[in-house]
């Protein structure tokens, strides 16, 4: 087999046959493709996703029938919060160094590739099919709940107390990272700015939850006071594939936009409080952070005390709260998005008062 030239940084109209063979080749795929048709998929806010179904003039026995590509938004508000933000960036990056090590279930990347200078990029990744994208508006059943806490446990056992992780300007909150765009008076803006779209279809805890997290978020940010380690940071259903009744892989995760060197707690109750209704949570909360802490202990991860967890664990629904707010006034807005973040927003408050999150002494 004769690999073609690597692939360029391409949108998804330029992509071409020769493109998604020098693609498939570069990666050790025996296969010419000759023609393909092209498809949205998904419903990311920042990202544009396409699935490429492929037709071959020749193909080897791993050739796959379909890929699905990852590019900017090409609505230009939600480009340039991932250029901001550095979410394009920060996405190739996971899959060329740290995807292989991090143990969580991850789509196999075929080819990825940034421009440091302009934030284009182009992620080319198995197509996970028959398994379906998880739902936040939906939730997820209890048994899919146990196996995203297990591979949670996966990810932040992969890098616990990982101080290489500092190095890398990439990676969110590291000593090498840039300083943080996102400051207190932008946090306390964009509030105000949410409660004036939403007033109407807010509960009043919701606001009260709201108005003391904007005005601690200086203190918040830096209130943790345990090992750090790997994190995704927006660990929720949409960002997941489940099998399905066809088949498919138990959980894969997806959207590596926004991982950082944080504590690993905040992820389980991102997913917890946004994922299953609030009495369902109550209910088998204290069975799941068993099995993320016994996890954590089978991987290797020692001297982390259950009571430490559960202290991280109710802290945990802050960042569910403000990413509600915060990615609702600075993506495109859409009628579920709407009522995806007013989900996000109410469960995170629900976890918050029930985990008396209120209290920074």
Known sequence: MTHLARPDIRRPGAIDAGWLTAVLQG?????????????????????????FELD???AGLDAPASLVGKFPSPNSES??????????????????QLAPKALIHTPRCYFTDVDEQTSEFVLIMEDLAPAEQGDQLKG??????????????????????????ETLPWVSNTKAAPPSV???????????GFKDRYGPRLAPHWVEAGEWLSSHYA?????????????????????????????????????????????GATDVAYFLAGALPPEVRRAHEPAFLTL????????????????????????????????????????TQTERGDRMFMRMLGSAADHMADHNAFDLT
């Open 219 to 263: 203190a918040i940010g830096s209130r943790h006071d345990g090992p750090r380690c790997l994190t995704h940071n927006d660990y929720r259903p949409d960002n997941m594939m489940f099998a399905s009744e066809r088949g498919g892989y138990p959980v894969t995760v997806l959207d590596w936009q926004s991982f950082a060197y944080g504590a």
């Open 56 to 58: 071959y003039a020749r």
């Open 140 to 165: 997820v059943t209890v048994e899919q709940a146990r196996l995203v806490v297990v591979e949670a446990a996966k990810l932040h056992a992969s890098h616990w107390a990982d101080d290489g992780l």
């Open 292 to 331: 993320y802490h016994q996890t954590l202990a089978d991987l290797g991860v020692s001297g982390y005390r259950m009571d430490d967890l559960k202290r991280h664990y109710a802290q945990g629904g802050y960042l569910l709260f403000l990413t509600a707010f915060f990615a609702s006034m600075i993506v």
């Open 182 to 192: 996102v400051t207190n008076e932008m946090v306390a803006a964009l509030w105000a």
């Open 27 to 51: 990666a050790g795929v025996d296969a010419v493709v000759k023609g393909f048709t092209a498809d949205g998929v998904g419903t990311g806010q920042i990202g544009d996703s396409v699935r």
């Open 79 to 96: 480009r340039e919060t991932g250029v901001k933000l550095g979410n394009y960036l920060r996405e190739v990056r996971f899959y060329q």
